[in-house]
């Protein structure tokens, strides 16, 4: 039946439920809930043989207390945060520090340990920017920002420059950026509002999703370092099986990326060997001098460190590149297996909670987004500390949180800030926009 000629005090109820709840985007999904609830209490009330102006008004009292309904739905709707995770984080972000201290001891050529914190505070900003916003408006700008990660590959192509012995750095303002080392997270992130905004189906959807992974992955195999088109790829082979969740087509695209693949590996082997090469302990002990020499020292110092390491700040100057690609494998070697051991426990534990947090998202852009952020820690996380062990071949992959660098500090903090972003939001969205 209708509620039109009783409207005013059905609206003053539902108005007065709103008052307590603060999300705002829910409202109306509330109000039509409360409405059919309201009018089936009526239709009932009036079969009964009751007055429609009185079933009118023991509908709305059947309903509740409005501050008491309200504070409810506020219950029901309100951000989401999980403490237990923000806390077991802050130790890992305490973990960076004491290993930059250890690495600045034992190097005592720069200030890792101000310059890490420095990029820890404008992390915690990006962290705290990325978490409060509104996530759904980076789905509206996914064309933008495809777009405009193109145009920095571009710049990056033509304008970049040559620093720490790795191409693809543009100066800006007198501050080196390296393009190549966010432009693959733009475009995850521009890939998954583009697909999730589309009803494309069937091999449409594979000609749409092929075109947006190949033109940046074609490019990306051509940068000097293929860390970074590894990961675009993984990264989107993850999104695109969470948003299409079809066999077919991602076999099909998983072809398509193997012809590239195929080409490198056929044509210019040197290049290949150091992505696709068997684990790096089988090429180490075959080259101990050159390739394998990393490989190896980083064994030997983890051989060495015993239970409780050889104390902050140990020197050991065979080991190359401590403060960024062996700073795990450093940190053992100061403080020992036992805390190398706490330190992967915890890492397992953060994805661990990363991923049930991503799968209580409901909403498909945030859910994509969600897996694909989830993901990509995952990867670094166990890419690094496998190859410190000699299991996966040595690529550049910092420790996240953890190695120095403060682009990638900023990059893996706005991460983690958009992530618990979109989970904090997870109840807040309207059920007609969620999946």
Same mark, same amino acid.
């Given at each position: @039946? ?36 309201? !009018? ?58 004491? &290993? ?25 900003? &990006? ?64 890939? &998954? ?58 076999? !099909? ?21 150091? @992505? ?8 180490? &002990? ?15 110092? $983890? ?53 049930? @947090? ?23 996380? !166990? ?13 550049? $992959? ?29 109840? @807040? ?7």
């Amino acid at each position: @039946m209708s509620v039109a000629p009783h409207q005013g005090k059905i609206s003053a109820y539902i108005d007065e439920v709103l008052k307590h709840v603060k999300a705002k985007d829910v409202h109306d999904s509330i109000r039509e809930e409360l409405e059919n609830h309201i !009018a089936e209490r009526m239709e009932e009330a009036i079969a009964a043989g009751m007055p429609e102006e009185e079933a009118a008004a023991e509908a709305i009292r059947h309903m509740g207390d409005a501050h008491a309904v309200g504070r409810q739905f506020h219950s029901a709707h309100k951000p989401r945060v999980d403490w237990g995770f923000i806390g077991f984080f802050a130790v890992w972000l305490i973990v960076g520090v004491l &290993a930059m201290a250890s690495v600045q001891a034992g190097d005592g050529k720069l200030d890792y340990v101000n310059r890490h914190l420095i990029f820890l505070g404008l992390g915690l900003i &990006a962290f705290a920017a990325f978490f409060f916003m509104d996530y759904r408006k980076l789905q509206k700008i996914a064309v933008p920002l495809y777009a405009g990660s193109l145009l920095l590959m571009l710049l990056a192509m033509r304008f970049d420059t040559t620093m720490n012995g790795e191409r693809g750095w543009l100066a800006v303002g007198g501050i080196g950026v390296n393009i190549y080392s966010f432009v693959p997270y733009l475009l995850l992130l521009a890939i &998954a509002g583009i697909v999730t905004q589309r009803a494309d189906k069937g091999w449409k959807a594979w000609g749409l999703a092929a075109v947006l992974f190949g033109i940046p992955f074609l490019w990306l195999m051509g940068v000097p370092s293929l860390l970074y088109a590894l990961l675009f790829a993984l990264g989107f082979f993850v999104l695109w099986w969470l948003h299409a969740r079809n066999w077919k087509h991602n076999l !099909a695209m998983l072809a398509f990326a193997a012809i590239p693949v195929f080409l490198l590996y056929h044509f210019f082997p040197a290049r290949a060997s150091f @992505m696709f090469r068997l684990p790096a302990f089988v090429s180490a &002990a075959a080259d101990p001098e050159g390739a394998g020499y990393t490989t190896l020292q980083s064994l030997k110092a $983890i051989g060495e460190a015993g239970w409780w390491g050889l104390g902050l700040g140990a020197p050991n100057p065979l080991i190359p590149s401590i403060q960024y690609e062996m700073v795990f494998t450093y940190f053992i070697y100061s403080f020992g297996w036992l805390a190398g051991a706490a330190a992967i426990v915890l890492m397992v534990f953060l994805v661990r909670r990363l991923l049930g @947090m991503t799968l209580r998202i409901r909403d498909a852009f945030g859910s994509v987004v969600g897996g694909v952020i989830c993901f990509v820690f995952a990867v670094q996380f !166990a890419w690094h500390v496998l190859m410190s062990f000699g299991v996966l071949p040595i690529v550049g $992959i910092g420790l996240p949180f953890i190695s120095a660098g403060g682009g990638q500090q900023l990059i893996w903090m706005g991460m983690m800030g958009l992530l618990l972003g979109i989970y904090r939001r997870k109840d @807040m969205i309207p059920a007609k926009e969620a999946v």
